[in-house]
């Protein structure tokens, strides 16, 4: 048998991690595949406050960015009016090959209401509307509905201590069907995350109920016509972010577990249709995290997305895990140069078993903060400023009880005139092609790969290898070997089962990650 020495990148799909945006604070909230093979991605772009002589104003603007499926920009467009702050939190293609944005706006004395804009294929846009009440609202999620029309979720507040879930139902031009207000308190302050119409017509939302006394994540569902037919609160998950109905009927949420007197972890509830609980699971670590997102991936597993404490400091990278159809783990990564801020607010599978996530990053050198924008590849690796984490999971006890709502109805919805620009520039920050060629300086080579007894070593430059670790894909040591001199290392692999794995090895100067393929051997 004859095996060749290669770099990881041989075996790697196409990755890329990508800052977009200005010399303002710039953040992605959400991200879809586009109907024409592309993708696109929604959040916001800032400008620095100026003084016009009697006032500050702060300037900021929804911001839609497509790119292919390399990472390479279509276009770029900043969406708003002039001299006033717009965010876009969710974005989702339509069936004419547009997108639709949902977010919030600023009104007067730094209110906000609710912003709903429809898009062409170009990011152009063909409408907008505001929602709002007195006080503060803001949408969270919007999804195109059967009949053509678009659902929102959000919430609305008029005192610093209450809020209320919003849900509310427009058709294909913008103009409600109809809305509701749910109160579970008085004194409460509740809001919705998620939304989204499932199989048989009818919307299941996720969210959050707190009083003083407890908090807990909020499910709840809704008839085609808004009715509420059940509500469950989750004390255990403290909030819930995102839902995603699953190839059997049922439905899986992520949260937030918060606990003063540990780290925060990730929260997934699988349920079936009828929102009675299948299991459980608890994602923490060494650090705090977050979440952001749930989507069922094309095997009946789940990907995970957020933030999490970064092992260099006070910082967080951006976080993706992936389990199966039970809730084990089976990979779980890290993203960011460490000197900052990353976060992964939506993720997205990719045909090739990869996943896009759209986030923010810090220190790429457009701004304070930028647009982020990478793809994995199907072990969720991109390939450089990555880590794979450790994660503990668990069962949690949960305690689930039924929600009395207060409902109501009743919101202002106006047009606005928006508009569209090409606005910001890109930079990439490490981009892997499916194939290396073999001079390249960044590669780490391996010899064999696939391998099925033993493998040797050797980093850019034959400087040397101190240490190797080789990894499952959970970030649990199988193997490790040091030394002391010698431009390459060798380690024994044949009592590792068949599979992937990741290779660590030092140098000196610095860390590399690459993947490891082990084949069945002649045993």
Same mark, same amino acid.
């Given at each position: 048998?004859?095996?060749?020495?290669?770099?990881?990148?041989?075996?790697?799909?196409?990755?890329?991690?990508?800052?977009?945006?200005?010399?303002g604070?710039d953040?992605?909230?959400?991200?879809?595949?586009?109907?024409?093979?592309?993708?696109?991605?929604?959040?916001?772009?800032?400008?620095? !406050?100026?003084?016009?002589?009697?006032?500050?104003?702060?300037?900021?603007?929804?911001?839609?960015?497509?790119?292919?499926?390399?990472?390479?920009?279509i276009?770029?467009? *900043?969406?708003?009016?002039?001299? *006033?702050?717009? =965010?876009?939190?969710?974005?989702? =293609?339509?069936?004419?090959?547009?997108?639709? /944005?949902?977010?919030?706006?600023?009104?007067?004395?730094?209110?906000?209401?609710?912003?709903?804009?429809?898009?062409?294929?170009?990011?152009?846009?063909?409408?907008? =509307?505001?929602?709002?009440?007195?006080?503060?609202?803001?949408?969270?999620?919007?999804?195109?509905?059967?009949?053509?029309?678009?659902?929102?979720?959000?919430?609305?507040?008029d005192?610093?201590?209450?809020?209320?879930?919003?849900i509310?139902?427009?058709?294909?031009?913008?103009?409600?069907?109809?809305?509701?207000?749910?109160?579970?308190?008085?004194?409460?302050?509740?809001?919705?995350?998620?939304?989204?119409?499932?199989?048989?017509?009818?919307?299941?939302?996720?969210?959050?109920?707190?009083?003083?006394?407890?908090?807990?994540?909020?499910?709840?569902?809704?008839?085609?016509?808004?009715?509420?037919?059940?509500? =469950?609160?989750?004390?255990?998950g403290?909030?819930?972010?995102?839902?995603?109905?699953?190839?059997?009927?049922?439905?899986?949420?992520?949260?937030?577990?918060?606990?003063?007197?540990?780290?925060?972890?990730?929260?997934?509830? $699988?349920?079936t249709?009828?929102?009675?609980?299948?299991?459980? $699971?608890?994602?923490?670590?060494?650090?705090? !995290? +977050?979440?952001?997102?749930?989507?069922?991936? #094309?095997?009946?597993?789940?990907?995970?997305?957020?933030?999490?404490?970064?092992?260099?400091?006070?910082?967080?990278?951006a +976080?993706?895990?992936?389990?199966?159809?039970?809730?084990?783990?089976?990979?779980?990564?890290?993203?960011?140069?460490?000197?900052?801020?990353?976060?992964?607010? #939506?993720?997205?599978?990719?045909?090739?078993?990869?996943?896009?996530?759209?986030?923010?990053?810090?220190?790429?050198?457009?701004?304070?903060?930028?647009?982020?924008l990478?793809?994995t590849?199907?072990?969720?690796?991109?390939?450089?400023?990555?880590?794979?984490v450790?994660?503990?999971?668990?069962?949690?006890?949960?305690?689930? #009880?039924?929600?009395?709502?207060?409902?109501?109805?009743?919101?202002?919805?106006?047009?606005?005139?928006?508009?569209?620009?090409s606005?910001?520039?890109?930079?990439?920050?490490?981009?892997?092609?499916?194939?290396?060629?073999?001079?390249?300086?960044?590669?780490?080579?391996?010899?064999?790969?696939?391998?099925?007894? *033993?493998?040797?070593?050797?980093?850019?430059?034959?400087?040397?290898?101190?240490?190797?670790?080789? /990894?499952?894909?959970?970030?649990?040591?199988?193997?490790?070997?040091?030394?002391?001199?010698?431009?390459? /290392?060798?380690?024994?692999?044949?009592?590792?089962?068949?599979?992937? +794995?990741?290779?660590?090895?030092?140098?000196?100067h *610095?860390?590399?990650?690459?993947?490891?393929?082990?084949?069945?051997?002649?045993?």
């Amino acid at each position: 048998m004859i095996s060749l020495a290669v770099p990881l990148g041989s075996f790697a799909q196409s990755t890329f991690q990508k800052a977009c945006g200005s010399t303002g604070n710039d953040e992605a909230g959400a991200t879809v595949l586009t109907n024409d093979g592309a993708i696109a991605s929604a959040g916001v772009t800032s400008h620095p !406050a100026f003084w016009t002589g009697d006032i500050w104003v702060y300037d900021a603007d929804m911001y839609l960015v497509k790119t292919t499926m390399e990472g390479d920009d279509i276009w770029k467009q *900043r969406i708003g009016s002039p001299n *006033r702050a717009e =965010k876009a939190t969710s974005l989702a =293609k339509t069936a004419d090959g547009g997108f639709i /944005l949902c977010g919030l706006g600023t009104v007067v004395s730094n209110e906000t209401e609710m912003l709903l804009v429809k898009t062409d294929s170009l990011g152009q846009v063909t409408w907008a =509307k505001s929602a709002g009440r007195p006080g503060y609202d803001a949408a969270r999620q919007v999804q195109q509905t059967s009949d053509g029309g678009y659902v929102v979720a959000g919430f609305h507040t008029d005192t610093i201590n209450s809020g209320a879930i919003c849900i509310l139902k427009f058709d294909e031009n913008g103009d409600t069907v109809w809305t509701r207000i749910f109160n579970s308190d008085g004194v409460a302050f509740d809001e919705a995350n998620s939304v989204q119409q499932n199989s048989d017509g009818d919307y299941v939302i996720t969210g959050s109920v707190s009083n003083a006394v407890s908090a807990g994540l909020c499910f709840m569902k809704l008839s085609n016509n808004g009715s509420l037919l059940w509500a =469950k609160s989750f004390e255990g998950g403290n909030d819930g972010q995102s839902i995603c109905q699953t190839q059997d009927g049922g439905y899986a949420i992520l949260g937030t577990h918060y606990d003063p007197a540990s780290e925060n972890g990730l929260y997934l509830i $699988r349920t079936t249709a009828l929102g009675d609980t299948v299991w459980t $699971r608890m994602y923490g670590g060494p650090e705090w !995290a +977050y979440a952001h997102c749930v989507i069922e991936s #094309s095997d009946g597993g789940f990907v995970l997305s957020g933030g999490i404490g970064s092992s260099a400091g006070q910082a967080e990278d951006a +976080y993706l895990l992936k389990t199966d159809s039970v809730g084990s783990l089976i990979w779980s990564w890290s993203y960011g140069a460490g000197w900052g801020n990353d976060i992964a607010s #939506s993720a997205i599978e990719m045909a090739d078993g990869g996943v896009v996530a759209a986030g923010l990053t810090y220190g790429t050198g457009l701004g304070s903060f930028d647009f982020f924008l990478l793809r994995t590849d199907s072990s969720g690796s991109t390939g450089c400023n990555e880590q794979v984490v450790e994660v503990l999971s668990s069962v949690p006890p949960v305690t689930i #009880s039924d929600i009395v709502f207060e409902v109501t109805s009743g919101f202002n919805v106006d047009s606005l005139s928006f508009a569209a620009t090409s606005f910001g520039t890109s930079a990439p920050i490490c981009l892997t092609t499916a194939t290396h060629e073999a001079n390249d300086d960044s590669a780490i080579f391996i010899y064999p790969n696939p391998a099925s007894e *033993r493998i040797t070593i050797s980093t850019p430059g034959n400087l040397g290898v101190w240490s190797c670790e080789i /990894l499952d894909l959970n970030g649990k040591v199988l193997l490790q070997e040091r030394t002391s001199s010698g431009p390459t /290392l060798s380690i024994q692999v044949e009592s590792l089962d068949p599979g992937s +794995y990741v290779v660590k090895a030092i140098d000196g100067h *610095r860390t590399y990650y690459a993947k490891l393929i082990v084949q069945p051997g002649w045993r």
